[in-house]
């Protein structure tokens, strides 16, 4: 049977990750590209540079907490970020529909350009391209970033250097993007006061990257949630992972929505966490310097490194019960970032 | 979250698990019968705490897991027709069919619309008076009603281009067939949405002709500890009838509006299940006064030949029998992204759930 692309392809769970081994990284071949990380690392002429691209298509292109363009500057100076890189330049391409309002496109532009400001970073290429109506949803934008990465952070992107015993942390609530989406949408008529926390994280990690040395492992849990970084993070590795769910906050109004629609959070996008994995001795500084941090306020402490269970996650549930964490698959939420 | 909070706390759930554990003594199965509650147990992690005398079995409670394939491939031949748009919970858009699935005519051609309620059905029918809007009835007790008011909202406001495929199940005759097949269980923990509908009269033969316990519950951990603790004393004092653990939202005499709207529109016939075959009385189809708004009536359409897949035993799953772990796709030829049998693929079928939540 002739198969074709389903929403699902694009979900950040299992079938988004069967698509890009059996097709990109088969086709692509290359060590930079090979290895998944969030940035591909690259060496030139003796430098570290980190170097990430993706594209934003989050429908609706104005949510509560932001817009496409606040996330298209956000999503990609994370990618930088939690490679332990320096983000430094990056291009945005547009791909808008005809008819789309020049007034809605400046905004977007307006927001693109203050982040980038806040974040440090400089927009310095970029491309624009208009299609027939209807022939794409009002604006897509794509941005690309680099920055430049100190030998000592080379291993963050991978996790080689994690070991039983380290602590796993988050820095404060999860699920909130992904909610704030949809009820945006409007689609279930819900309403709520649920903002994305959709925001440039590298201010703050680069303040946790001062203070220890211990970090072993970043990577921020956008489409797929938590959840799936976890399950990616321990998969093949001869470690596991325990995760105490009571630990994990979420706000009571995301909690609320979640149970009435049946999501479950651990698995619900979010524009501004980061998952860091380091040495237990340094966890209490870590947690110290992000809850000083305007991003960082209700950071957790969420689980450990484990050296029993190896190549599984294990959450705690908050009744005391035992499970495992999975990735996700199939399609959550279309369309989210 | 109040009134969830309650409902999960550690300290409640502990003095409740000592409780079971004091008074338990006999080997025992207990089967839900529930998508939501086989979702709840594993997702709490519900068998870790129990002590290991004490069985939870997954029966045939996820309405996507127990209706036919031939269902999913007569939805898609509907899909095919010229100016339908079929409308369907999320739940049902991955189910394989016998060679396709709704998503993968999605992917296609077909307008195929996820709701949430049938209510958003009847608007895309008011949005699309030249379109024919097929509305795809899944559910058991606690989704009939929605149905039901959606072909009566549908006669009030004279739509006429808005049309029923039903594939309602009552629960009843499968807790029955399951004991007459001669599963081996000691108690029902009954369903709780089913149950706020239909009231509690209707288990009145598990107890009675079958000496089964029978224990209506909630959904949270502390709602299904404490049916399993009901369910283990009326075992212990050899003492089964139905009780209510769950009276926050089920009463004994149901909803009786919602009933009455159930009844007004659908009449019982015999009806397939998964692992049960054909039971009778099982199934619930629009009446002939609304015929204008059954599907089945109304759409000729030619349905490919049903093809069951070999070495799937999803049916003995949802008879108990065997869990998922025993069935040599599980996790091999048949995972959430390529699922083989329709547990696999509901968010409520017992494969989902394990295979999410308890794989190891």
């Known amino acids: 049977?002739?198969?074709?692309?389903?929403?699902?392809?694009?979900?950040?769970?299992?079938?988004?990750?069967?698509?890009?081994?059996?097709?990109?990284?088969?086709?692509?071949?290359?060590?930079?590209?090979?290895?998944?990380?969030?940035?591909?690392?690259?060496?030139?002429?003796?430098?570290?540079?980190?170097?990430?691209?993706?594209?934003?298509?989050?429908?609706?292109?104005?949510?509560?907490?932001?817009?496409?363009?606040?996330?298209?500057?956000?999503?990609?100076?994370?990618?930088?970020?939690?490679?332990?890189?320096?983000?430094?330049?990056?291009s945005s391409s547009f791909i808008i529909e005809e008819g789309f309002p020049i007034d809605d496109l400046e905004e977007i532009v307006k927001t693109m350009a203050s982040e980038a400001k806040k974040a440090g970073v400089k927009i310095v290429t970029g491309d624009t391209k208009v299609v027939d109506k209807g022939k794409c949803d009002k604006v897509f934008i794509n941005t690309s970033g680099i920055g430049q990465l100190d030998e000592k952070h080379i291993d963050i992107s991978s996790g080689k250097n994690i070991k039983p015993g380290?602590?796993?942390?988050?820095?404060?609530?999860?699920?909130?993007?992904?909610?704030?989406?949809?009820?945006?949408?409007?689609?279930?008529?819900?309403?709520?006061?649920?903002?994305?926390?959709?925001?440039?994280?590298?201010?703050?990690?680069?303040?946790?990257?001062?203070?220890?040395d211990k970090i072993k492992f970043m990577r921020d849990a956008t489409r797929g949630g938590v959840a799936t970084v976890l399950s990616e993070l321990v998969d093949n590795k001869n470690y596991g992972i325990n995760i105490d769910e009571s630990s994990v906050n979420i706000n009571e109004n995301v909690k609320g929505i979640c149970e009435i629609l049946g999501f479950d959070p651990m698995y619900v996008a979010n524009e501004g966490k980061v998952v860091i994995v380091a040495g237990s001795e340094d966890a209490d500084k870590i947690i110290e310097t992000l809850q000083k941090n305007e991003f960082g306020k209700n950071s957790s402490i969420i689980g450990e490194i484990t050296e029993n269970h190896s190549g599984k996650g294990w959450i705690t549930t908050e009744i005391g019960g035992k499970r495992i964490i999975d990735m996700l698959s199939g399609e959550q939420l279309p369309r989210i970032c | 979250m109040k009134y969830i909070d309650e409902y999960r706390d550690k300290n409640i759930v502990r003095k409740i698990v000592e409780d079971i554990k004091r008074i338990s003594k006999k080997e025992v199965s207990f089967m839900e019968v529930c998508g939501g509650h086989t979702m709840s147990?594993?997702?709490?992690?519900?068998?870790?705490?129990?002590?290991?005398?004490?069985k939870l079995l997954s029966g045939?409670?996820?309405p996507v897991c127990v209706s036919s394939r031939s269902y999913i491939d007569q939805a898609i031949a509907y899909s095919r027709l010229n100016d339908v748009i079929i409308t369907t919970y999320g739940d049902l858009i991955r189910v394989p069919g016998s060679t396709s699935s709704l998503d993968i005519e999605k992917g296609k051609d077909a307008d195929i619309r996820i709701v949430y309620s049938v209510l958003d059905a009847l608007n895309i029918a008011k949005e699309n008076?030249?379109?024919?809007?097929?509305?795809?009835?899944?559910?058991?007790?606690?989704?009939?009603?929605?149905?039901?008011?959606?072909?009566?909202?549908?006669?009030?406001?004279?739509?006429?281009?808005f049309f029923l495929y039903s594939s309602h199940k009552v629960m009843p005759p499968a807790m029955k067939a399951l004991v007459d097949e001669g599963v081996k269980i000691d108690g029902y923990i009954a369903p709780g949405h089913v149950s706020t509908i239909t009231g509690s009269g209707i288990y009145a033969d598990i107890p009675e002709k079958f000496g089964l316990a029978c224990v209506i519950s909630g959904f949270e951990p502390v709602?299904?500890?404490?049916?399993?603790?009901?369910?283990?004393?009326?075992?212990?004092?050899?003492?089964?009838?139905?009780?209510?653990?769950?009276?926050?939202?089920?009463?004994?005499?149901?909803?009786?509006?919602?009933?009455?709207?159930?009844n007004e529109v659908f009449e019982p016939r015999n009806d397939w299940w998964r692992g049960l075959g054909i039971l009778q009385n099982s199934g619930l189809k629009p009446k002939e006064k609304y015929r204008n708004f059954d599907a089945e009536k109304m759409f000729d359409v030619e349905v490919e030949p049903t093809k069951e897949d070999k070495g799937c035993i999803c049916g003995e799953i949802l008879k108990g029998l065997k869990t998922p772990k025993d069935c040599k796709l599980f996790n091999k030829a048949c995972t959430p992204e390529d699922p083989v049998g329709p547990c696999m693929v509901s968010n409520e079928g017992a494969c989902h759930a394990y295979y999410k939540y308890n794989r190891d």
């Open chain 2, 223 to 262: 709602d299904i500890l404490k049916s399993i603790y009901l369910l283990v004393k009326q075992v212990e004092s050899n003492n089964p009838k139905v009780e209510i653990a769950y009276k926050r939202a089920v009463r004994p005499e149901g909803n009786i509006k919602a009933l009455a709207m159930m």
């Open chain 2, 129 to 161: 008076p030249d379109k024919k809007i097929i509305f795809l009835g899944i559910g058991f007790e606690t989704t009939a009603p929605g149905s039901a008011v959606g072909i009566i909202n549908a006669a009030q406001q004279g739509l006429n281009n």
């Open chain 2, 41 to 54: 147990v594993q997702k709490f992690g519900i068998p870790s705490l129990l002590p290991e005398n004490i």
């Open chain 1, 166 to 212: 380290d602590k796993i942390i988050i820095n404060g609530t999860i699920a909130d993007h992904g909610m704030a989406i949809l009820s945006a949408r409007n689609e279930l008529k819900i309403t709520s006061d649920i903002q994305s926390d959709c925001a440039c994280l590298n201010k703050m990690i680069k303040k946790v990257l001062d203070v220890s």
């Open chain 2, 60 to 62: 045939p409670g996820c």
């Open chain 1, 1 to 90: 049977m002739k198969k074709n692309i389903l929403l699902g392809h694009g979900s950040g769970g299992k079938l988004s990750h069967d698509l890009i081994s059996n097709l990109f990284v088969r086709y692509f071949d290359n060590p930079a590209l090979n290895s998944q990380t969030d940035s591909a690392l690259l060496n030139i002429e003796g430098k570290n540079i980190a170097f990430t691209t993706d594209s934003y298509v989050v429908d609706p292109i104005f949510f509560p907490g932001g817009n496409i363009g606040k996330l298209a500057i956000a999503g990609t100076v994370n990618d930088l970020a939690v490679a332990g890189a320096t983000p430094l330049y990056l």
